[in-house]
């Protein structure tokens, strides 16, 4: 087996696994969901948190085969500005994700997790 052919096993299974955690994932957020309908607890936020951070799994590892395929197999400019795309596109989701999973910024998480200690005591 030449290094290319390895590339491609490596990409097909990168690329099995994040579809593998989107499908499976999203099940068990559907599951969990419902398990908590039934005990009678919300279900619509524990949903749209639990699918937001599969989605951001799958994301990061769907973007592992993207950049194993353009560092390894497919050396042309165009295949890396189409990877820059796809980073920016998903640096982009991931962010606006990471937002509406906290309800904060990023940078502000941490100082509004400290004031909500703080008021605690």
């Keep these: 087996m030449e290094f290319e052919d390895a590339m491609h096993l490596a990409v097909d299974a990168f690329e099995a696994v994040g579809v593998l955690v989107l499908v499976l994932g999203s099940i068990a957020s559907f599951l969990i969901a419902t398990g908590d309908v039934r005990r009678g607890g919300p279900a619509f936020k524990p949903l749209r948190r639990n699918l937001g951070r599969v989605i951001l799994l799958g994301l990061e590892i769907l973007i592992v085969a993207d950049i194993i395929t353009t560092i390894t ?39 509004l997790s400290g004031k909500a200690a703080e008021d605690a005591v």
């Design 73 to 111: 197999i497919d050396q042309t400019p165009s295949s890396a500005i189409t990877l820059g795309i796809v980073v920016l596109v998903r640096t982009f989701l991931s962010f606006s994700l990471e937002i509406e999973l906290d309800g904060a910024l990023p940078w502000r998480r941490a100082a």
